[in-house]
């Protein structure tokens, strides 16, 4: 379909939507469906208005052109309009690109110790620590759910859930395993060591996105542990719950109480298996071709730390920083996700068939 004709199709479509919310009777549920695609619509609309107001300004001043008194006029506002133009395709293509439906989620953040031993532990809560700084800038709210803390204070497991606009379509790009080269704590030599820690981010799933059965749930109650003797309830407050069908076990005990335990588990459950469900649509519709960047193979090597050159590099899109101080405190991340996001909508817009 032409640019024009898909232009047309969305001014119909949010025409059609106004009718539609002023239907008398419309049910609640209805109004809501309506007017979220209409908000959706509303600055596209405008954008693909003010598109076609400088299309046909253009046209007017090229029959200015051919007055002599005009010319001088005319090629001013010429000037501003081929500037213009481009610009205003360009926000209509990347408003068109197909939206990921869980762009606009809640997200759960799982960062785990890889190769490396305690230096990867405490690279594990490094990481941590720059996407809970990042969530602050964002203005987030990040909660732990779940950690096990290494003996010398790192992470040797960390799983967070992170709230606030539009948190996984920023967080997405970061699933994958991140690489740290530098000296240990513990190297008494001097010497760069190089350790991992993958990062896995799924959307958070709501009721509406997965319904677990009753007879498909094993639910069992135990004695929470806790590190140095720490949160240790005299109650078996700790739950684990195992998804009979596809084995997946979560179990949660950060809480006293097991009712909220039994509810965070279920609810870890269903964000993984909505992650599983989206996983097997993605590489579907990635059978003709792969994504540079897509949401992140875990097992793919993504991003290096480079201490001792202060260096940070994305391998996806061969970006390099030297900011390693502001990214790794989260302030100065929004560089490389920015980057990544801009990768992703260029790739995109490639594809896009207009």
Same mark, same amino acid.
């Given at each position: 379909m032409s640019l024009v004709n898909k232009l047309q199709t969305i001014k119909r479509r949010h025409e059609e939507l106004g009718g539609l919310m002023a239907q008398p009777g419309l049910s609640g549920?209805?109004?809501v469906k309506y007017s979220k695609e209409y908000s959706d619509l509303t600055p596209v609309v405008d954008t693909i208005k003010a598109y076609e107001k400088a299309l046909q300004e253009k046209e007017e001043l090229a029959e200015m052109m051919a007055d002599p008194e005009m010319k001088a006029m005319a090629e001013d506002d010429l000037y501003r309009l081929n500037g213009e133009i481009p610009e205003l395709e360009n926000q209509i293509k990347l408003a068109l690109i197909p939206k990921d439906s869980a762009d606009e989620k809640n997200a759960i953040l799982e960062i785990r110790a890889g190769t490396g031993?305690?230096?990867?532990?405490?690279?594990?809560?490094?990481l941590f620590g720059m996407y809970k700084g990042y969530a602050s800038q964002q203005g987030w709210r990040l909660e732990v759910v779940e950690a096990s803390e290494s003996d010398i204070g790192g992470y040797k497991e960390i799983i967070a859930e992170v709230k606030g606009a539009s948190v996984f379509s920023k967080l997405k790009f970061e699933s994958g395993v991140h690489r740290v080269?530098?000296?240990?704590?513990?190297e008494t030599q001097g010497r760069v060591h190089?350790?991992?820690?993958?990062?896995?981010?799924?959307?958070?799933a709501e009721?509406?996105?997965?319904?677990i059965e009753d007879k498909d749930l094993r639910i069992?109650?135990?004695?929470?542990?806790? $590190?140095g003797g720490q949160h240790v309830n005299t109650t078996d407050s700790a739950v684990r719950v195992t998804h009979i069908p596809t084995g997946i076990a979560i179990a949660i005990q950060e809480n006293k109480s097991q009712h909220k335990n039994k509810e965070r588990?279920? $609810?870890?459950?269903k964000t993984k298996l909505y992650d599983i469900q989206r996983q097997e649509l993605d590489q579907a519709r990635a059978a003709d071709r792969k994504s540079q960047v897509g949401s992140g193979d875990r097992s793919e090597r993504i991003r290096t730390y480079n201490y001792p050159q202060s260096r940070v590099s994305d391998h996806r899109i061969n970006?390099? $920083?030297h900011n390693l101080d502001g990214i790794i405190t989260g302030y100065g991340l929004d560089e490389i996700i920015e980057a990544l996001i801009a990768d992703d909508q260029a790739s995109k817009l490639a594809d896009l068939d207009v």
């Open positions: 549920d209805k109004m031993g305690d230096e990867a532990a405490l690279f594990a809560a490094d080269q530098r000296v240990p704590k513990t190089t350790s991992a820690a993958t990062v896995a981010v799924l959307p958070e009721d509406v996105d997965i319904v069992d109650t135990f004695r929470s542990q806790g $590190s588990a279920l $609810s870890l459950l970006l390099t $920083s």
